[in-house]
């Protein structure tokens, strides 16, 4: 049995022909179960087409950001309808997290970018809600206000809830992988992206170069001199 489309909650119906009656019978399984998405993919929701280009600019706009949910053969997974709200929940959330290098000592932390999407039949448009603490209340195409390197992660924990395979141990919990164990696979869906952002430009203003005893400075690229 081949199931493209996303389901939460899910009933098999079991019918037959009576072979004295002829009539048809048909049956409801009592026992429910879900049917997921693989994964999530960034895409362009103008071009409709995958961003592989993961270098961006840091604070520039990008309207067209968004994210499908997928099935096992790489398709939007129709009827993944879902609502993440952007809030900080750990069972569900879209969340950039900056990389801060080993190398930079002065900066311990830096604000975790959430947020916002409605996914309908598995296609999303990805919105700016909260950076740190702060509720975002407009200018909400996403932009990533610093530079350097930051994962973006999707995870849903909720979808295999309604039809209570999590409850039920028809899935493997705190898990996402895909391959089957046992006939099972995780209970979660969950991707992430690694992400880096450069400044657009570097302005450099009343830059002034001293200190050389009053000799020269040779310029290694051109060997000119200067004052």
């Known amino acids: 049995m081949l199931i493209e489309q996303a389901y939460s909650n899910l009933y098999v119906q079991l019918s037959f022909t009576d072979p004295i009656t002829k009539a048809v019978k048909a049956n409801c399984a009592s026992d429910t179960f879900t049917v997921r998405p693989k994964e999530f993919k960034i ?30 053969k790489n398709d939007k997974a129709e009827g993944y309808t879902t609502n993440f709200t952007g809030d900080n929940l750990d069972t569900k959330y879209i969340r950039f997290t900056p990389e801060i290098p080993s190398t930079c000592t002065s900066v311990t932390s830096l604000p975790v970018t959430s947020l916002a ?4 039949d598995g296609a999303a448009k990805l919105q ?3 950076e740190g603490a702060t509720v975002i209340a407009d200018k909400k195409d996403f932009a990533y206000y610093e530079v350097g390197k930051a994962k973006l992660v999707i ?8 039809s209570h395979d999590q409850e039920n141990g028809d899935c493997i919990v705190n898990s996402h992988k895909n391959t089957e164990t046992n006939g099972k696979v995780g209970c979660n869906i969950r991707s992430e992206f690694d992400f880096e952002f450069n400044p657009q430009d570097i302005h450099v203003e009343n830059l002034k170069i001293s200190g050389f005893n009053g ?13």
């Open 128 to 130: 700016r809600h909260q």
């Open 215 to 227: 000799g020269t400075m040779t310029n290694l690229t051109d060997r000119k001199s200067v004052v």
């Open 43 to 72: 895409y362009n929701t103008s071009t409709n087409s995958e961003i592989t280009n993961r270098v961006l600019v840091g604070g520039k706009s990008y309207p067209a950001f968004g994210a499908w949910a997928v099935n096992d």
């Open 155 to 162: 995870f849903d924990n909720q979808w295999t809830i309604a």
């Open 117 to 120: 999407a409605k996914f309908t």
